[in-house]
């Protein structure tokens, strides 16, 4: 008997979304274990090797779980980077029975079935974008790194048309971060750089998962 093909999941909890304009949205997150970047400053390392392996009706099963007792349709699927994985079938079985999905990507890799929500998050040093992803952006997150400039925000501005938002996000609860993130904030708003946010990791304020 063939076997039905499996994902490597890191984990699969409920929260409040974290980040971005969702920010406080109760919210079943999907962490894909694996990813084709090492960014030094990224905060779920532990999501770049392992994982356990499920089939989509075991992950869709684990959500509907959730769902019943904390009742919510937005599903994340995030990681590491979950479109190392092929999540198609996943996504299917997700859309039937009548979830919203809400992808979280680098931006590296095309992108093959539809969502209700796109975050890009790109990622130095090369702030790679694959070409079929600017258009069917949400939203679009800079993590406020050491490497962060106005130059990288104004061609990240210029790759993603002006109607979708560039949320400022400090890398971790760092304080130098949260100050970079206010200078750079206030050098875009007065250089006249459109539709840009300032933003917060808000899962590390209340300091829940
Ligand atoms: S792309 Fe995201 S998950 Fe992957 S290493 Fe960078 S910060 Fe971590």
């Known amino acids: 008997m063939r076997l039905p093909p499996t994902l490597k999941i890191k984990e699969i909890f409920f929260s409040a979304e974290g980040e971005g304009l969702r920010q406080g949205e109760p919210t079943i997150f999907v962490r894909f274990a694996g990813c084709n970047l090492r960014c030094s400053f990224c905060d779920t390392k532990y999501a770049w090797t392992g994982g356990q392996p499920m089939s989509s009706p075991e992950i869709l099963s684990k959500i509907v779980g959730i769902s019943e007792h904390l009742p919510t349709r937005w599903v994340v699927l995030t990681g590491g980077e979950p479109l190392c994985q092929n999540l198609k079938p996943l996504v299917r079985e997700l859309k039937k029975a009548g979830y919203l999905l809400h992808l979280e990507t680098n931006g590296t890799r095309p992108l093959n079935f539809k969502v209700d929500w796109l975050t890009i998050s790109p990622k130095p040093p090369a702030y790679k974008i694959s070409p079929d992803l600017p258009s069917r952006a949400r939203e679009v997150k800079l993590v406020v790194t050491r490497d962060l400039d106005l ?49 917060c990791q808000l899962h590390k304020v209340y300091g829940i998962k």
């Open 151 to 199: 130059k990288i925000i104004k061609k990240m501005r210029k790759l993603f048309g002006e109607k979708i938002p560039l949320i400022l996000q400090p890398q971790s609860a760092a304080s130098w971060s949260y100050r970079k993130a206010w200078k750079l904030y206030l050098e875009a708003v007065k250089t006249r750089v459109p539709n840009i946010r300032l933003s």
